[in-house]
């Protein structure tokens, strides 16, 4: 079976190409993943709870609702919607090949957008706070009410874990950087600035092994891992800034990454290095990750998308 | 009186770079303008009618009701709104100074999302039936329902009008290029296309004269203009595709510009060529021009921005 267009994906990226490819006539097949990534469907929204910053809705939506209307938006634009679960591709020759479970799908033209996973901890009570104290974005999060002038511990040693301790100074009362090495990798000048934030407490030498808490976060056992001594930190709620992992393994490297695995796009535009496959949303950005600028650069790659298609077919 | 951030624009950029910088507690500034460029506060979503392809809302919305939202919603994440023309900027010290009226307030960083407007053929009825039957954007709103299976007729000469028409095949019966010359700007490869199309009818040397039509367009009077010879060309539809002027004047030369002029942004980013200055939205993007892609970047804009002040004051 040939199709024009395969999208990959089910997050504001997909969805928001499958709007515009769909509105374009050009019948897009989404193959959404069965907790592909070990994500539901959705992605990374479906995790998270109230969203206050996709803007349209002034007052705020669920994460898991805004993504059942983006997907409705999708089927009623043309879209047609498989959940399952893109396991390999073969890109080295036109049209493409698309595996999925026995089936192949030949496709003219294929839009990434796998998204990345936040990594985990995989600590004592992790699963069960999740959400519920624990977040993997300050800028998505750091805002919410239920973080307000709380004691709040970030986790990480690189630029990320700096800017986001930095960040929560503007809400929490007091936040510790929990830092398992006794240096940071972050620039000189953000050490500098985090050293002189009286609102900022490293911890070096540090590591969490344990969310405390049942229905909310109330603290963390942490350790140094110098004198294997553990203590009891109390706090209202935990960011991790430990990376996100692309969602590219399924591609086997036929498309070209940068050097922490996310996808390479050409400048301003969703190409990439293969002519007929475009990658939008956080498999290809590592700098802003939210819902709102996935969701322009799905609407970026379905266009891209349609001008390649009415030059090639 | 300091400012930390002051937005300049009404549109889905400014409200989401405003909802953004509002959360992390910049306290933004927004300059809507008071029929600035000649467009209401809202921008050009509010001279359309239906958005069907803005990601969230799956039966449609009217694109005011779109940007009242999201007006709302900045204020509700802690923005402030001025219904006030920007008249000119100085760029060339910092802190910059931004002029509106007999008021002079000083910022230290300026998001520009003051968009694009559409150019006008200033012809006879155009203004009765704009949106009416009149569009400049035909990945906007060549789905819609009012132009399905419609004699549609588009004006222009270069790439654009030759994308366009063959973008709307898709949904008209009957596609009329009108060029004013003997020739085309866009490429041959494009041009073949085109005259390969049986949809598509290019008439060579002509110009419309006049839009007909009291409630919706019922046709267009073009002119040959080397015969002069006059006569009416039915349609239900009229697509300008005679480009955009990006709304940049009040800059007055202080900020880097492509041939085209509009901004010049750094790769990937918002910024501009002076440290502090933001782009986003259509001042800065002729290729996608859409409610999400502009939304997007005006998040990126509030990022780029809260970044450059959390290491500059």
């Known amino acids: 079976m040939l199709e024009n267009l395969v999208i990959?994906?089910?997050?504001?990226?997909?969805?928001?190409?499958?709007?515009?490819?769909?509105?374009?006539?050009?019948?897009?097949?989404?193959?959404?993943?069965?907790?592909?990534?070990?994500?539901?469907?959705?992605?990374?929204?479906?995790?998270?709870?109230?969203?206050?910053?996709?803007?349209?809705?002034p007052d705020g939506i669920a994460g898991p609702e805004l993504m059942d209307r983006m997907r409705a938006q999708s089927i009623r634009c043309g879209a047609r919607i498989e959940t399952k679960t893109v396991e390999r591709?073969?890109?080295?020759?036109?049209?493409?090949q698309v595996f999925v479970g026995s089936e192949t799908i030949q496709a003219q033209s294929i839009i990434i957008a796998t998204g990345a996973t936040a990594k985990r901890m995989n600590i004592k009570g992790e699963d069960r706070l999740w959400q519920k104290g624990i977040s993997a974005c300050a800028v998505c999060d750091g805002a919410l009410p239920f973080f307000r002038n709380q004691v709040l511990v970030v986790i990480g040693g690189g630029?990320?874990?700096?800017?986001?301790?930095?960040?929560?100074?503007?809400?929490?009362?007091?936040?510790?950087?929990?830092?398992?090495?006794?240096?940071?990798r972050a620039s000189k000048v953000m050490q500098e600035r985090l050293k002189s934030n009286p609102k900022i407490e490293?911890?070096?030498?540090?590591?969490?092994?344990e969310v405390l808490?049942?229905?909310?976060?109330?603290?963390?056992?942490?350790?140094?891992n110098k004198s294997q001594?553990?203590?009891?930190?109390?706090?209202?709620?935990?960011?991790?800034?430990?990376?996100?992992?692309?969602?590219?393994?399924f591609l086997e490297g036929q498309i070209e990454c940068d050097e922490t695995g996310y996808i390479k796009t050409k400048s301003g535009t969703t190409l990439?290095?293969?002519?007929?496959?475009?990658?939008?949303?956080?498999?290809?950005?590592?700098?802003?990750?939210?819902?709102?600028?996935?969701?322009?650069?799905?609407?970026?790659?379905?266009?891209d998308a349609e001008r390649y298609l009415s030059h090639h077919s």
């Not at 630029?159 to 936040?175: N, P, Q, R, V």
């Not at 808490?213 to 140094?224: A, M």
Request: charge should be negative; hydrophobic fraction near 40%.
């Open 89 to 96: 591709v073969d890109l080295r020759s036109h049209p493409f």
């Open 202 to 209: 490293i911890l070096w030498n540090t590591e969490a092994i």
């Open 213 to 224: 808490g049942e229905q909310k976060i109330t603290g963390l056992r942490i350790k140094d």
């Open 159 to 184: 630029d990320s874990a700096a800017e986001e301790s930095s960040y929560l100074t503007k809400f929490g009362k007091k936040i510790y950087l929990l830092v398992r090495r006794d240096t940071l």
């Open 8 to 57: 990959i994906g089910s997050g504001p990226a997909a969805h928001t190409a499958a709007i515009y490819a769909g509105r374009a006539k050009l019948s897009p097949l989404i193959f959404e993943g069965q907790f592909a990534a070990g994500v539901a469907a959705g992605g990374q929204l479906t995790t998270t709870t109230e969203v206050e910053n996709y803007p349209g809705f």
């Open 272 to 303: 990439t290095n293969i002519p007929g496959v475009f990658a939008c949303g956080d498999v290809q950005d590592h700098t802003y990750r939210q819902a709102v600028t996935a969701a322009g650069s799905g609407c970026m790659a379905a266009l």
């Open 229 to 249: 001594g553990e203590r009891i930190l109390e706090a209202g709620g935990l960011f991790y800034a430990i990376g996100h992992l692309p969602n590219t393994s």
